[in-house]
């Protein structure tokens, strides 16, 4: 389908996310990004570590109030000033789930109680028996069974802390997930079986992933459209298969080349490309904006680089 005819479930507007550090100083950990996600896709949001990945997904969700800029769901305003009757509606429709389980779950509840917290909230449930029923229901889809209801988190492992998690998350029948880095705290041999389940139930469910992740090979197969994030900015935004068929932005060039390949002979030729922004481009003479060089292919460039990737088109 061609995507100017889908439904955009979140549109990100110019968001904007300052930290003040000490008297003077500021970190600008979003600086002015753009992006819609539509509904019941995977979007990945990928960059090196602290580029602004988290504070993104957090500004989001409601965790910081924006320093500028705006989220909308469903074309209403999710950020700022909610206007009281949507209130409900934004809180329930967006869930997070977290890198760090054991973090975020509270270590004093139990996992019927962790899991029913958005039940009890937004009142999904009229009867004792029926949040129970609710929260077995949930409990099983993730892959748990009902005798884990009365334990705390610490007595489950990595992975099984991480699917409560997802639990949790789900609980509330929620549009719109933010995954943050839900597997880079697990084993490996565990990976693989939470991002399994997290796309089943996005099937079954028909949710709509944004997923933030450090490395591009993993969020490649999961991932429909990528965002490539650096220093507070989105520098590239297209279609998994096209950002790694034809990456323009010197930085995704080099995020791909840090990519270990299969075949050990190519892998052992792999030269990693470094970005140094300051060879790249004359951004001070010439600073760059957000543009569009092929439908649905978003670029963070000036004059002279979009002229020359838009060539690269032709
Ligand atoms: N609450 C905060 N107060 C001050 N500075 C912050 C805060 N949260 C994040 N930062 C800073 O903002 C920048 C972006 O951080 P963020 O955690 O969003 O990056 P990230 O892309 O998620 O990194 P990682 O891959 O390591 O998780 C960093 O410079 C970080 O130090
Ligand atoms: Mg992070």
Known sequence: MDYK????????KDLQQYFKLGRHGVVKAVDGINFKIF???TFGLVGESGSGKSTTGRTMIRLYKPTGGEVWMKGKLASGKIPKEDIAYVNRNMQMIFQDPMACLNPRMKVIDIVAEGIDIHKLAKTKEERRQKVIDIIKLVGLDEQ???RYPHEFSGGQRQRIGIARAMAVEPEFIIADEPI???DVSIQAQVVNL????KEHK???YLFIAHDLSMVKYIS???AVMFKGKIVELTTSEQLFAKPLHPYTR???SAIPLPDPITERTRRRIAYEPAKEHDYANNPPSWHEVEPGHFILANDQELAKWVALYK
């Not at 997290?198 to 139930?201: A, P, T």
């Open 5 to 12: 005819d889908r439904e955009v479930l979140v549109e990100v």
């Open 39 to 41: 509904r019941g896709e």
């Open 148 to 150: 884990h209801l009365e």
């Open 184 to 186: 880079s705290a697990l």
């Open 198 to 201: 997290m796309n089943e139930l």
């Open 206 to 208: 028909g949710l709509t």
């Open 224 to 226: 429909d459209r990528i």
């Open 254 to 256: 080099s995020l791909l």
